[in-house]
């Protein structure tokens, strides 16, 4: 424990902290007892990145299906490479999510996570480095409900995260029938405007209580390095 404790201040020190990884301190060690739980066997990861979520949750011991979906053309290709060693972990053709199913422009930031088919507000811009636009693409869009039912194909119990930087609300409109026979939601939830036309916390909340869901854990997200202030969390729900 002496020894212990003197490697986790030397870490301290350099700004992180030590924990084990089953920890219910880790974020997806947490994630995974809730699905482990509720017996979730398919995982809808949306707004992929290159594949960040699917790879930690991976390592914190899922072995159940996970379809990913990402909308960037590079972040698409890295997706593509992450995903390529594991048979269960599923990547759909590039695309957006959201209410229609059509084409649409999406900005691109320069830290590629903070890309929104919103416009990004200065509360974002300014608390994130490198987050500002630098450019745009147009991708294809679809809704959920159109394209899950080829990944449902035997009586699975499936959980949805979404990750879409204020997109969230048209996420959900198009996802009315899979969301109906969800078991679970993992949502980035926004407590100050962050894009233009978002629907903040009380909001998304509000919806999936109305959907049936139960708050099951809030995670930290995304906090101003200035003020401290917290900006974003992850609230997990389940049925319950």
Same mark, same amino acid.
């Given at each position: !424990?002496?020894?212990?404790?003197?490697?986790?201040?030397?870490?301290?020190?350099?700004?992180?902290?030590?924990?084990?990884?089953?920890?219910?301190?880790?974020?997806?060690?947490?994630?995974?007892?809730?699905?482990? #739980? &509720?017996?979730?066997?398919?995982? &809808?990861?949306?707004?992929?990145?290159?594949?960040?979520?699917?790879? *930690?949750? %991976?390592?914190?011991?899922?072995?159940?299906?996970?379809?990913?979906?990402? @909308? $960037?053309?590079?972040?698409?290709?890295?997706?593509?490479?992450?995903?390529? #060693?594991?048979?269960?972990?599923?990547? #759909?053709?590039?695309?957006?999510?959201?209410?229609?199913?059509?084409? =649409?422009?999406?900005?691109?930031? *320069?830290?590629?996570?903070?890309?929104?088919?919103?416009?990004? $507000? @200065?509360? #974002?811009?300014?608390?994130?480095?490198?987050?500002?636009?630098?450019?745009?693409?147009?991708?294809? =869009?679809?809704?959920?409900?159109?394209?899950?039912?080829?990944?449902?194909?035997?009586?699975?119990?499936?959980?949805?995260?979404?990750?879409?930087?204020?997109?969230?609300?048209?996420?959900?409109?198009?996802?009315?029938?899979?969301?109906?026979?969800?078991? *679970?939601? $993992?949502?980035?939830?926004?407590?100050? @405007?962050?894009?233009?036309?978002?629907? $903040?916390?009380?909001? !998304?909340?509000?919806? &999936?209580?109305?959907?049936?869901?139960?708050?099951?854990? =809030?995670?930290?997200?995304?906090?101003?390095?200035?003020?401290?202030?917290?900006?974003?969390?992850?609230?997990? &729900?389940? %049925?319950?």
């Amino acid at each position: !424990m002496k020894l212990k404790n003197i490697v986790k201040k030397i870490i301290n020190k350099t700004g992180y902290d030590l924990y084990r990884i089953n920890s219910p301190i880790n974020p997806e060690f947490q994630l995974l007892n809730g699905l482990n #739980h &509720f017996g979730i066997e398919l995982v &809808f990861d949306i707004g992929a990145n290159t594949g960040q979520f699917a790879s *930690g949750l %991976r390592s914190a011991g899922y072995k159940g299906d996970i379809v990913s979906f990402e @909308p $960037l053309p590079d972040a698409y290709q890295s997706l593509i490479v992450s995903a390529s #060693h594991d048979q269960k972990w599923y990547v #759909h053709m590039q695309s957006a999510i959201g209410d229609i199913n059509n084409e =649409i422009e999406i900005n691109i930031a *320069g830290n590629s996570v903070s890309s929104s088919i919103l416009p990004m $507000l @200065p509360a #974002h811009s300014m608390a994130a480095e490198n987050s500002a636009y630098v450019g745009k693409v147009k991708v294809p =869009i679809i809704q959920l409900d159109t394209v899950a039912s080829q990944y449902l194909k035997s009586s699975k119990k499936y959980f949805i995260k979404i990750d879409t930087q204020g997109y969230e609300w048209q996420v959900l409109n198009g996802a009315t029938e899979t969301l109906a026979q969800a078991q *679970g939601v $993992l949502c980035e939830l926004s407590l100050v @405007p962050l894009y233009e036309g978002q629907r $903040l916390w009380k909001d !998304m909340i509000e919806r &999936f209580e109305a959907e049936g869901f139960t708050l099951w854990a =809030i995670q930290k997200g995304f906090t101003d390095p200035v003020d401290g202030r917290t900006l974003q969390i992850d609230a997990i &729900f389940f %049925r319950c």
